[in-house]
């Protein structure tokens, strides 16, 4: 043994917190004479080492500084993991590292493909046994790639699943390390996992089963065989065929899902003996360790290997965390091309159909009881729409990442960002919807005698059939004729002022694009190419998305605004946060309930603190100063000025109107791919996203200087007149 390496036959019981978890759980089976595959262990030691000596330590702290961990959503976790990751990916190893661990795992492994596995401090133990928190890499071969693999696996360590679970990893930025485990790859023909106790039966054990590679299984693309066993007989008590059998295989160009032949169709992937050994494995990984095991297995002709043993969870502390929601839609290729059709062929004609419904009925003609049952029905349709936002039109924004993650393993830019530059120009509904806006501004300016025809209702018959598209609620802008005057303002600084345009630059795009398909083998452009296309419709119908849930939502809005509208007539009196049930209440019953008001949140603890500079993450590149517009309500998005920042807590598809005339924008929420860095990103506007407490430390006429390369808004002049 040296400091970066140990065998794992070699691996002692007191060496555990060199060699992590899964490490330390491979080593002890191998020596119980569990058939466990040849591998070595890349010790702590060598992460720390790169860390310290290269920077990198220094550089994840500075990162980490940005924001409070404790106030990130899931978006901004997986943007600051990303850059971190881009760090490791772009660093060298010290040239006496790369030369001892390169001449180790040549000597170890030849040119055979391997497996990369993470095997963090902590892993695979009793208190942290979660699966898909780091980084695992299958069918790597020669000594180079292996190496960068392992610093791929060093950068899960802070990857969004593992800053999700940081407290329950006891994950330190100083002081916490990552092991590797390199063994040699089994190409299995049948593989499975298999449950010491079943953690809602705990007389049962589970085994289940695929053809193919495990992957397959992990991954959810393919569905497994399972048989349920008696926990201390091995008896099977029932078995549940696959419905559709498929099988994950490894081909030239990395891994397919293929259909099987129908000798394999109508088999099931284990036969009774092979069932029975399983079962003694788990016995004997329950011994070994002191509680039941989760078994990762695979069988190649006929010998069954083990390749990874950790501890049961039994899940109930975190089985309704938003955490393990965000688990759940990180998604694979396969299952994001099947979810994209869902989307495309039944989920968004649906809801498109039932907007145009709620457009049909005339709100004002309705009866009090009817309004009450069209509130009713607006809502429910509401509440289901948002449920369907989150369990299929959110995961479907995975393709994006997961193409951004790949472009970064394969390209290796400086810039974690760069990869966004592909997706753009996809035709949004939000960039329509602005640019028919532009076309009505600029007839206005060819015929200025329009503007005060338009407020008096007189307009030819060109330009109110595009007032007409502006009204209408796949568009989403205000209802023109509500709030004539205040389209017109806004048509009126557009027609007056230059406009950011959504534009590309070609030759840079055809030079990443060459980038990009280059970093592949000839073989498997395709699918690079096949990859890249996904991630475009992702990113556009995960901006579109926010389009068809608010028209929706506009529908409700309306329906309420006219049960407000009757509650003031029959002389009711209430305030503007009078909530949905009981607005509904009211106009059944006659009477106002009482009921909590919001309150405004306290600006008292933030009047003193004037900080010349906020730190948030850096979403879309540029620098720009201008005065901030901090965007509250309906009234600041209709006396939004050319050239000013736009601030607000969160850019929702009512107001990307007004991004055209923006010079800037800097939000309270953070991440790549919400609404508002999308839009910034199209139109070529620097943003800054993820500012803690924004809205309290910045007022509308700050005059500000936004950095959208290093994420900071610089305020360099107050505004002497609180607007607001």
């Known amino acids: 043994m040296n400091d970066l390496s140990i065998s794992l036959e070699c691996i002692e019981e007191d060496e555990r917190d060199i060699v992590g978890g899964k490490g330390y759980a491979l080593a002890?089976?191998?020596?119980?004479?569990?058939?466990?595959?040849?591998?070595?262990?890349?010790?702590?030691?060598a992460y720390d080492?790169?860390?310290?000596?290269?920077?990198?330590?220094?550089?994840?702290?500075?990162?980490?500084?940005?924001?409070?961990?404790?106030?990130?959503?899931?978006e901004e976790m997986w943007d600051l993991s990303q850059r971190i990751r881009t760090l490791f990916l772009t660093t060298s190893l010290p040239q006496k590292m790369a030369k001892t661990l390169g001449d180790i795992v040549h000597q170890k492994f030849q040119d055979r493909a391997v497996v990369v596995r993470s095997s963090a401090i902590g892993e695979d133990s009793k208190d942290a046994s979660f699966a898909g928190i780091h980084e695992s890499y299958v069918n790597i071969r020669g000594a180079s790639s292996i190496l960068d693999h392992i610093k791929f696996v060093w950068a899960s360590l802070w990857s969004d699943s593992a800053l999700l679970y940081r407290k329950k990893l006891g994950l330190d930025i100083e002081t916490s390390s990552m092991p590797v485990v390199i063994q040699n790859m089994i190409v299995g023909e049948r593989s499975g996992v298999a449950f010491g106790l079943d953690p809602n039966n705990p007389k049962r054990a589970i085994i289940e089963s695929v053809y193919g590679l495990n992957k397959g299984l992990v991954d959810?693309?393919?569905?497994?065989?399972?048989?349920?066993?008696?926990?201390?007989?091995?008896?099977?008590?029932?078995?549940?065929?696959?419905?559709?059998?498929?099988?994950?295989k490894k081909t030239s160009e990395g891994v397919a899902l293929i259909n099987l032949s129908s000798e394999f169709v109508d088999t099931p992937p284990l036969k009774r003996d092979e069932i029975d050994e399983i079962f003694k494995i788990l016995n004997k990984t329950e011994s070994l360790f002191g509680s039941p095991q989760d078994?990762?297995?695979?069988?190649?002709?006929?010998?069954?290997?083990?390749?990874?043993?950790?501890?049961?969870?039994?899940?109930?502390?975190?089985?309704?965390?938003?955490?393990?929601?965000?688990?759940?839609?990180?998604?694979?290729?396969?299952?994001?091309?099947?979810?994209?059709?869902?989307i495309i062929k039944v989920l968004i004609p649906k809801i498109v159909e039932e907007a145009e419904d709620f457009e049909k009925?005339?709100?004002?003609?309705?009866?009090?009881?009817?309004?009450?049952?069209?509130?009713?029905?607006?809502?429910?349709?509401f509440d289901k729409w948002k449920k369907i936002y989150y369990s299929d039109f959110i995961p479907l924004a995975h393709g994006t990442r997961l193409?951004?993650?790949?472009?970064?393993?394969?390209?290796?830019?400086?810039?974690?960002?760069?990869?966004?530059?592909?997706?753009?120009?996809?035709?949004?509904?939000?960039?329509?919807?602005?640019?028919?806006?532009?076309?009505?501004?600029?007839?206005?300016?060819?015929?200025?005698?329009?503007?005060?025809?338009?407020?008096?209702?007189?307009?030819?018959?060109?330009?109110?059939?595009?007032?007409?598209?502006?009204s209408n609620s796949s568009l989403?802008?205000?209802d023109i004729g509500e709030t004539k005057e205040e389209v017109v303002r806004l048509l009126t600084k557009m027609a007056q002022q230059p406009l950011h345009k959504s534009t590309r630059d070609s030759k840079k795009i055809l030079d990443l694009r060459s980038k990009y398909f280059s970093s592949f083998p000839k073989e498997e452009r395709k699918w690079a190419l096949e990859l890249l296309e996904l991630a475009?419709?992702?990113?556009?119908?995960?901006?579109?998305?926010?389009?068809?849930?608010?028209?929706?939502?506009?529908?409700?809005?309306?329906?309420?605004?006219e049960g407000k509208r009757r509650l003031i007539d029959l002389g009711l009196e209430f305030d503007d946060s009078i909530p949905r049930d009981e607005i509904i209440f009211a106009l059944q019953y006659r009477i106002i309930r009482s009921y909590n008001a919001k309150k405004s949140a306290s600006k008292k603890e933030f009047e003193e603190i004037k900080p010349r500079q906020l730190i948030g993450q850096p979403a879309g590149p540029g620098l720009a100063v201008g005065y901030a517009r901090v965007i509250r309500d309906r009234e600041d998005i209709f006396s939004f000025s050319s050239g000013e920042v736009l601030v607000c807590d969160a850019i929702d598809p009512n107001m990307t109107f007004i991004v055209p005339l923006s010079s800037a924008i800097v939000e309270r929420r953070g991440g790549m791919l919400i609404h508002g860095a999308i839009i910034a990103r199209e139109y070529g506007l620097p943003c800054v996203t993820g500012v803690e407490n924004l809205m309290q430390l910045v007022k509308t006429g700050d005059k500000l200087t936004v950095d959208g390369y290093l994420g900071i808004v610089t305020i360099d002049h107050r505004h002497a007149v609180d607007n607001e």
């Open 403 to 470: 193409f951004g993650r790949i472009y970064n393993d394969s390209v290796r830019p400086k810039d974690p960002y760069e990869f966004v530059e592909l997706l753009l120009g996809t035709d949004m509904l939000s960039l329509k919807r602005n640019n028919l806006l532009i076309e009505t501004a600029k007839a206005i300016v060819n015929e200025p005698t329009l503007i005060e025809k338009i407020k008096s209702g007189d307009i030819g018959d060109d330009l109110k059939s595009m007032l007409g598209q502006l």
């Open 476 to 478: 989403y802008l205000y």
């Open 361 to 381: 009925v005339n709100l004002k003609k309705l009866s009090r009881e009817e309004l009450v049952n069209e509130i009713i029905r607006r809502s429910s349709s």
């Open 28 to 45: 002890v089976m191998r020596k119980a004479k569990i058939n466990v595959p040849l591998g070595i262990c890349i010790t702590k030691h």
């Open 49 to 74: 080492a790169f860390v310290e000596d290269t920077g990198t330590l220094g550089r994840i702290l500075l990162e980490f500084n940005r924001t409070s961990l404790k106030n990130m959503r899931w």
């Open 220 to 248: 959810g693309a393919v569905e497994p065989d399972r048989w349920i066993l008696d926990r201390l007989s091995g008896k099977i008590l029932s078995y549940e065929p696959a419905k559709e059998r498929k099988a994950l």
């Open 536 to 561: 475009r419709r992702s990113w556009r119908l995960r901006d579109d998305d926010n389009i068809y849930l608010a028209r929706i939502e506009s529908q409700l809005t309306r329906s309420i605004e």
């Open 295 to 342: 078994v990762e297995w695979t069988i190649r002709k006929e010998k069954i290997y083990v390749v990874q043993s950790r501890p049961i969870t039994s899940g109930k502390e975190i089985r309704k965390d938003e955490r393990t929601w965000y688990l759940s839609i990180r998604r694979s290729y396969e299952n994001l091309k099947g979810l994209e059709q869902k």
